[in-house]
């Protein structure tokens, strides 16, 4: 199929969607330290990399229109974040388990986020102690007649910049922190191109799963993100689902949702259905599948042996929240050491705009864990 006509009819949907916000409502099914090396990726991304896509909650700064699938994007694809030069208060550093050597948390954003929303999240591993490597998946990306080569081969240089970063010094260990299906796929990519690397690999000492993951090939899901992602703030993916509205305090977490949830307009209607038929057809080209399926096996059997955390919420209505609970029994089933936290009514990925003091005090407590874990 050609990519021209597909961006065509996905703009003219989500155009539609935005110019009748207030239509009737139709159901939606919800889905689903630290130098750096001396270059830089610069990404694209496409349907196989990109399963289950996603957008921030918040609104999109400085536009007017809902989106513009094709205008350009100056942010690049890495950035690099050294930590202070004192992080001594790290409680990952010192003379632990690393051995006295830096930490680097691997920041995997979910689609159309920005370097400037990553940062956020930089910033609390900054204080501390912890670098950041930043990576992003602009939306304009997804439209290509390649089927996601360029993106793996910016995932590939993305891996290369983190081995290269570990080998300047063996002490040196890792944190990956992923937000959305986007951010876990692009964590299961890089996972595969470090199979050959286990003495990289032995140094992860934790994953943050942020509002994910999906591990089936539901194009449901990946139609509500891809929604989201183009829509932004104009998407009623954004809110939060009316699940979430049953109790004031669930697992010491203030529920804070207004009874006034945003409904889909006609035109989202139309967007979702259109893209789930567009990714019907998409996801089952062999190539495609065949990737999607090396990369999702990774993460389901393959994963390294360090604890999991996953953040998530009842309120998501991009990726279903019992999705995220099947996959940690299964990893729990693996023997693999899991952790969650639940935030019943944030939004996809909004937990920690909408719960700040929460969402540090869990990441403290997850980084104690972490310096449990034995590293080469």
């Not at 944030?346 to 920690?352: A, G, L, N």
Request: with cysteine; net charge positive; hydrophobic share 40%.
């Amino acid at each position: 199929m050609a990519a021209a006509p597909s961006a065509r009819l996905l703009a003219a949907a989500a155009a539609a969607a935005a110019g009748h916000r207030r239509a009737a409502f139709c159901r939606v099914l919800p889905a689903a330290c630290c130098s750096p090396p001396p270059f830089r990726g610069r990404a694209s991304l496409s349907c196989s990399a990109a399963a289950s896509l996603s957008a921030p909650s918040g609104p999109a700064p400085g536009h007017s229109a809902p989106f513009n699938l094709l205008s350009p994007d100056s942010d690049p694809f890495i950035e690099w974040d050294p930590p202070p030069q004192d992080s001594a208060g790290s409680p990952l550093g010192g003379a632990g388990a690393a051995g006295g050597g830096a930490t680097l948390v691997v920041l995997l954003g979910w689609l159309g986020a920005r370097q400037k929303h990553l940062r956020r999240y930089a910033d609390l591993y900054r204080e501390r102690g912890v670098g950041a490597v930043r990576f992003v998946v602009p939306v304009r990306e997804l439209v290509g007649i390649d089927l996601g080569r360029r993106v793996e081969r910016r995932v590939a240089d993305l891996s290369d910049e983190i081995a290269a970063w570990c080998d300047a010094d063996r002490r040196r260990t890792l944190l990956f922190h992923t937000f959305s299906n986007t951010g876990w796929l692009a964590y299961g990519a890089v996972l595969e191109n470090l199979q050959s690397r286990d003495d990289i690999t032995e140094r992860i000492r934790g994953c943050i799963i942020d509002s994910a993951p999906v591990l089936e090939i539901r194009p449901e899901v990946w139609a509500a993100g891809f929604s989201a992602a183009m829509l932004k703030k104009n998407s009623s993916m954004t809110g939060p689902a009316a699940e979430s509205l049953d109790g004031p305090i669930v697992n010491g977490t203030l529920n804070k949702v207004s009874s006034n949830l945003t409904q889909p307009s006609w035109g989202e209607c139309f967007l979702l259905s259109t893209l789930q038929k567009f990714f019907e057809i998409v996801l089952h080209v062999p190539d495609v599948n065949k990737r999607l399926c090396k990369v999702l096996s990774v993460l389901s059997d393959k994963q390294p042996s360090c604890p999991q955390f996953y953040l998530y919420s009842s309120a998501d209505r991009v990726i279903p929240a019992n999705c995220v609970e099947s996959f940690m029994d299964l990893q729990r089933s693996l023997g693999r050491s899991v952790f969650a936290h639940n935030f019943v009514s944030s939004p996809h990925v909004d937990h920690y705009r909408s719960f700040p003091h929460v969402y540090s005090a869990k990441i403290d407590e997850f980084l104690k864990i972490c310096t449990t874990v034995k590293v080469s």
